[in-house]
């Protein structure tokens, strides 16, 4: 615990677990979202998209910029939501299929590209390959404001949006009935989860960024029947995970901080499953202990009420 006092002294290390909370957060909220809907999937083919997008923009400019490869990541992601929208409308394939080739796809094209970059006379100083697994020991202040700034923007969206998007998560016929545009409302949401991907590439990576969108919401939906504390629980669980993932990562040698905050959020996930009142394992294990008791004891007092008449 001393040890992570003392990381704190570290301007660097700083800024580095603010962006981390940051992104921990809104991911976590806007992953509720995700998941409520049965799109758990999505985040993981948005961010396997994004690496062609880093790569072409890249190659287009020719220069390692953060801002650059965002926009070219983002590119990609929308890109990748038109066309699972685009195969799921107009053709049989269902969504988890048009999911599936989506995130081949593109993922396929990023490994081709970023190949075809590392084997370049520049492709030593890029970088790319860092987009993979993350690292968030790369970032600096400039890259923490615009990190901070996207995560304000998502949960602000979220927060206005929110009876909308509740809706839009539980019952999209009855929205779409009474006038709401659900087709934008969708097209919305796929936009914010590109925006969070986006974020987090650079910290966690397009590997891992998808159990930081729904590891955390998965954990919170232990804990509470009420959509409104489980986004503010799920943003909990991610502002933790990051903030406790760059602390073990910065406390050793050579830990990386994306996998590590990954990680955390899993073992908050087992500790909700164990733990959570009423769906933990623990709370049920105690409520049949305690059925089993009362079933017991009304056997037994059955069994002597049998024998006084008996008597």
Same mark, same amino acid.
């Given at each position: 615990?001393?040890?992570?006092?003392? +990381?704190?002294?570290? =301007?660097?290390?700083?800024?580095?677990?603010?962006?981390?909370?940051?992104?921990?957060?809104?991911?976590?909220?806007?992953?509720?979202?995700?998941?409520?809907? @049965? #799109?758990?999937?999505?985040?993981?083919?948005?961010?396997?998209?994004?690496?062609?997008?880093?790569?072409?923009?890249?190659?287009?400019?020719?220069?390692?910029? *953060?801002?650059?490869?965002?926009?070219?990541?983002?590119?990609?992601?929308?890109?990748?939501?038109?066309?699972?929208?685009? *195969?799921?409308?107009?053709?049989?394939? @269902?969504?988890?299929?048009?999911?599936?080739?989506?995130?081949?796809?593109?993922?396929?094209?990023?490994?081709?590209?970023?190949? #075809? &970059?590392?084997?370049?006379?520049?492709?030593?100083?890029?970088?790319?390959?860092?987009?993979?697994?993350? #690292?968030?020991?790369?970032?600096?202040?400039?890259? +923490?404001?615009?990190?901070?700034?996207?995560?304000?923007?998502?949960?602000? %969206?979220?927060?206005?949006?929110? @009876?909308?998007?509740?809706?839009?998560?539980?019952?999209?016929?009855?929205?779409? /009935?009474?006038?709401?545009?659900?087709? +934008?409302?969708?097209?919305?949401?796929?936009?914010? %989860?590109?925006?969070? $991907?986006?974020?987090? &590439?650079?910290?966690?990576? $397009? $590997?891992?960024?998808?159990?930081? !969108?729904?590891?955390?919401?998965?954990?919170?939906?232990?804990?509470?029947?009420? !959509? /409104?504390?489980?986004?503010?629980?799920?943003?909990?669980?991610?502002?933790?995970?990051?903030?406790?993932?760059?602390?073990?990562?910065?406390?050793?040698?050579?830990? =990386?901080?994306?996998?590590?905050?990954?990680?955390?959020?899993?073992?908050?996930?087992?500790?909700?499953? &164990?733990?959570? =009142?009423?769906?933990? &394992?623990?709370? @049920?294990?105690?409520?049949?202990?305690?059925?089993?008791?009362?079933?017991?004891?009304?056997?037994?007092?059955?069994?002597?009420? #049998?024998?006084?008449?008996?008597?």
């Amino acid at each position: 615990m001393l040890e992570w006092f003392n +990381v704190l002294h570290d =301007p660097n290390a700083r800024w580095i677990l603010f962006g981390c909370m940051l992104l921990g957060l809104s991911s976590g909220v806007i992953g509720s979202f995700a998941y409520l809907r @049965k #799109q758990s999937l999505m985040g993981d083919a948005l961010s396997h998209a994004a690496l062609p997008g880093v790569c072409i923009a890249f190659m287009l400019s020719g220069s390692k910029s *953060i801002f650059l490869f965002l926009l070219g990541a983002a590119a990609a992601g929308i890109t990748a939501t038109f066309g699972i929208g685009f *195969i799921t409308r107009h053709t049989r394939i @269902k969504q988890d299929s048009a999911l599936a080739i989506v995130l081949t796809v593109f993922f396929g094209l990023g490994i081709v590209l970023l190949t #075809q &970059i590392q084997h370049s006379g520049s492709g030593n100083q890029s970088g790319l390959d860092k987009f993979l697994f993350g #690292q968030a020991a790369s970032m600096m202040q400039s890259d +923490v404001m615009i990190m901070a700034v996207i995560s304000i923007v998502l949960v602000g %969206i979220c927060s206005l949006l929110f @009876k909308e998007f509740k809706l839009l998560s539980f019952d999209p016929g009855f929205a779409r /009935g009474i006038g709401y545009p659900v087709a +934008v409302m969708d097209q919305l949401m796929m936009f914010l %989860i590109v925006i969070a $991907v986006v974020a987090g &590439i650079q910290a966690v990576g $397009v $590997v891992l960024m998808a159990a930081l !969108l729904i590891t955390p919401a998965v954990s919170a939906r232990y804990w509470t029947d009420k !959509l /409104g504390l489980m986004v503010v629980l799920s943003g909990l669980f991610g502002a933790l995970s990051g903030s406790i993932g760059t602390l073990i990562s910065a406390s050793g040698n050579n830990l =990386p901080t994306g996998p590590l905050t990954v990680l955390v959020a899993t073992c908050l996930f087992v500790v909700s499953v &164990i733990a959570a =009142p009423r769906r933990g &394992i623990l709370s @049920k294990v105690l409520l049949h202990a305690s059925v089993r008791h009362k079933i017991r004891m009304e056997k037994s007092v059955l069994q002597a009420e #049998q024998k006084e008449n008996a008597l």
